[in-house]
Nanobody, 117 residues
Framework: QVHFVESGGGFVHPGESLRLSCLVS????????LIWYRRPPGQQRVVLAT???????IHAESVKGRFTISRDNAKSTAYLQMNSLKPEDTAAYYC???????????WGQGTQVTVSS
């Protein structure tokens, strides 16, 4: 029922920045926690950051201090600001939504981020 369209990825050099967007449709956006994930090549999907319905954010240690999750309820969009990008940040990036302990959406196509010299 809840769907996601991720965008904003691309090719960047180490140290540069990107801002990813996640447009959410098909649900009550303001009632959900929002989550960013990534899947590096050949690896499993992992959680990067979560922002609650009231705006409280938690970031994984691997990206803390470099990545910032945010949300715009008027646009039904979640964002992931990524600064000081490293080659190990290369991955497909995904978003999803959670109500309580339950993921409420289907996985989207993700957006590819490639960091390379």
């Amino acid at each position: 029922q809840v769907h996601f369209v991720e965008s904003g990825g691309g090719f960047v050099h180490p140290g540069e920045s990107l801002r990813l967007s996640c447009l959410v449709s098909g649900g009550t956006f303001g009632s959900y926690d929002l989550i960013w994930y990534r899947r590096p090549p050949g690896q499993q999907r992992v959680v990067l950051a979560t922002i609650s319905a009231d705006g409280n954010a938690i970031h994984a240690e691997s990206v803390k201090g470099r990545f910032t999750i945010s949300r715009d309820n008027a646009k039904s969009t979640a964002y992931l600001q990524m600064n000081s990008l490293k080659p190990e940040d290369t991955a497909a990036y995904y978003c999803n939504a959670r109500r309580g302990s339950i993921l409420v959406g289907s996985w989207g196509q993700g957006t590819q981020v490639t960091v390379s010299s």
